[in-house]
C-alpha cells in the first residue's frame, strides 16, 4: 500500500469528517471541549486562542462556558496573515470562506501574550504532525507566539503519520473526543537528537 502524500490525505480525511452526521459531530463537540476544560494546561491558563468550527470541526463553544475565566481570543484572516481580537460572540461577521471572525475593528492581541492555541485541521498523528487545509496560516502564526500548541480533531482523522514539510509546525499536544496525546516530548527529542547527533549517519525509513 502506497504512502498518501499531502493532497492524498486531505482529499481523503476531508471526505470522512463532511461524511459525519451532524448530530455525531454535536456530540463529539461536547465530549472533546470537556476533555479539554480538565486539562492542567487549560485550567492553569490565562488567554488562549480557539477557533470557530467551520465544515464540521469540532466545535469548542461549549469550553468558553466551561472556562470562563479564560481571556478567549479568535484568528482574524487579514491577506496571509492571522490577527487576533478578544472573542466578542456579539461582533461577529463572516469571512468569504464561510466562517465567522472577529470584525476589523476589534482590539487586536498580541501573538506574545497568548498561553495556549487551540489549532484546528484535517489530521493529525501522534507526534504532532498536522495537516491543514492548504493556506499555511497556522504555520505562519505559530512562529510568532511562544504558545503551547493544542491540535483538535475528530479520532477518525488521527492518522499513523502526516508528512511533514520543513516549514510545517508540530503540536505540544494533540487532543479529540477519548484522549489526549502529549505529543511534545515525541517531536521534541527528536528534534534535540538531530540536533546534538550532526554527524549521526541517516537511517532508512523502512529498514
Known amino acids: 500500500m502506497r504512502t498518501m502524500d499531502k493532497s492524498d490525505l486531505r482529499e481523503t480525511y476531508c471526505g470522512v469528517r463532511e461524511a459525519l452526521r451532524a448530530d455525531s459531530v454535536a456530540e463529539q463537540s461536547t465530549a472533546v471541549s470537556r ?33 470562563p475565566r479564560v481571556s478567549w481570543v479568535l484568528p482574524r484572516i487579514e491577506g496571509r496573515r492571522m490577527v487576533l481580537h478578544p472573542y466578542e460572540p456579539d461582533r461577529l461577521v463572516r469571512h468569504p470562506f464561510g466562517m465567522l471572525e472577529p470584525r476589523a475593528d476589534a482590539p487586536v492581541v498580541d501573538p506574545q501574550d497568548l498561553d495556549v492555541v487551540l489549532v484546528p485541521g484535517v489530521s493529525f498523528d501522534r507526534r504532532g504532525g498536522r495537516l491543514g487545509f492548504g493556506g499555511g496560516f497556522y504555520d ?35 487532543v479529540t473526543p477519548t484522549v489526549a496525546i502529549h505529543s511534545a516530548p515525541l517531536w521534541r527529542r527528536q528534534q534535540v537528537s538531530r540536533e546534538e547527533e550532526p554527524f549521526a549517519p541517516t537511517l532508512p525509513s523502512n529498514p
Do not use: Q
Open 140 to 174: 505562519r502564526f505559530l512562529v510568532r507566539t511562544s504558545a503551547i500548541r493544542v491540535g483538535i480533531c475528530h479520532d477518525c482523522c488521527l492518522v499513523e503519520k502526516v508528512p511533514m514539510d520543513a516549514h510545517d509546525e508540530r503540536m505540544d499536544w494533540v
Open 35 to 67: 476533555r479539554l476544560g480538565r486539562m492542567a494546561v487549560l485550567r492553569h491558563a490565562e488567554t488562549v486562542m480557539a477557533y470557530l468550527a467551520f465544515k464540521n470541526e469540532l466545535d469548542l463553544s461549549l469550553l468558553f462556558d466551561l472556562l
